[in-house]
DNA sequence: AGATAATTTGACCGATTGGTAAACATTACA
DNA sequence: TGTAATGTTTACCAATCGGTCAAATTATCT
């Protein structure tokens, strides 16, 4: 018989396993330097190395590929957030937290991009996802935050937009990798413009974060 | 005699300025939401009420619409930062860098994602741009700042990252305004949000930029 | 090995893409 | 007002788009 489409099946093949990650991995180039409708399948498909209805075969349609894609990685990009612990020592909490971020960034610019190029067309395909789990889950932080401003352990200040601009910082490593790259040279080498970022951003999160600024 | 498009014109017409401002305008809509891959001309012509043809009879292709848009776009973003003055006092200066880069976020948003777009894609077409007058114009700021450093004016600092740190934590505003929103819930009216954020990047900045850091 | 299911491909489809040609309409200016 | 330059539109083009189909190939299991 022809197919149940590889979603319809049951158990799942070697096959079917090593072909979906081939093509979500050429799926997240594309994606993530054109968005979704910059991206072609044409184009995924010879980053994949296989021919269009191949794979076609493993996903329908260009949107259940870039579905799934985000799915996947909405998963992982999260988790730094999740780390957030509460019982924690505040300030190394948020230390590690952007320190966590900042690697994200460094390793995954891909899914980093991918999640921007959404955000730059309005969220078509997650804007549910943002109004419910991402908010839950940053509003549930933000009370920690929030508590730690009032028992004095950290400065007071709009945890929300803690958040985001810790978001922002980070990001933008990857996001406007070129732009970085473009203004500082090529003479600082990757691993030192981490290293420069990573103790810019702890110097100006802890100055701004200390209980008692002088400002 | 056909025509010398447009362009080749010596002087311009009213019905030149009058179609070419409406046509960038309408490009900016579209290309700052889909990026330049994404966006058709077919699209922009009907976000500008006139028909394709008549679009390309002002600008010959779609990339020629695109950089005529980042042109004149590109001049304006950078006020903010020539405006940044090496005479004025250091604190007062940043405060109100971050500000009107943060008001521009609010006012132009669109101008915000047209580059946030094309840097995501690598800015296949303004790489030059960066590499030349911005990097330029960046170096010369970032020594205005090692000097205040130096004095003792400000807290010793990368001055490249803390610039790329009011770029991003204001930018992100306008980039990533549907997520902002969704988090932040529809309760916080768009002034309000305005000066909630106004208020804790001066915060962050200002103490992670006192002269005595605490930690 | 043989049968059956899973995988892959070339050929193709209608719609849309960026862009052109030429006829037509309008404007500006002597 | 006439006419030349400017502006606009209809019809169209080849290329590419997302996606289908049926045939061919390969893997799996008895």
Known sequence: M???????TQRRTRIQEEKEEQILEAALDV??????????IDQIAEVAGMSKPNLLYYFRTKEAMHRALIDRVLFTWLEPLRAF?????????IRSYIRRKLEMARDFPRES???????????????????GPLKSLVDEKAEVIRAWAKAGKIA?????????SIWSTTQHYADFDVQVR???GDQHSGEGRFEDAARFLEQLFMGGLSVHPLT
């Not at 991009?113 to 109004?131: C, I, S, T, Y």
Request: proline share 7%.
């Open 113 to 131: 991009r991918l999640f921007a190029n959404e955000m730059l067309q309005g969220a078509p395909h997650v804007v549910d996802e943002l109004k």
């Open 31 to 40: 994606f993530s330097v054109h968005g979704f409708r910059g991206s072609t």
């Open 156 to 164: 007071k200040c709009d945890p929300y937009h803690l958040i985001f």
């Open 182 to 184: 473009a203004v500082l």
């Open 85 to 93: 612990n509460a019982e924690g020592d505040p300030e190394s909490e």
């Open 2 to 8: 022809a197919i149940p489409r590889a979603a319809k």
